[in-house]
């Protein structure tokens, strides 16, 4: 699921849903830009790289579902 800022953001930077599920699937977790001590909701930063473009997302992951937040192109 994405946050409607997300849903901006790939819109506006016509960004392909591939590299994203790429990083969902093969990126890195920063634990030091993640907050995984919140509650009810822990946020995670994942990194990755896919064809020379490297992303971040910020995730919100609940009890019932996860939520892509933010997307960072990174360069």
Not at 8 to 32: A, E, M, P, R, W
Not at 40 to 62: F, R
């Amino acid at each position: 699921m994405y946050s409607e800022n997300a849903k901006s953001i790939i819109k506006n930077q016509s960004i392909d849903t591939i590299i994203l599920n790429h990083v969902l699937h093969k990126g890195d977790v920063d634990f030091s830009k993640s907050d995984t001590s919140s509650e009810p909701c822990k946020t995670y930063y994942l990194n990755g790289t896919l064809d020379k473009k490297s992303i971040a997302l910020i995730i919100k992951n609940c009890k019932e579902k996860a939520t892509i937040e933010d997307i960072k192109l990174l360069d």
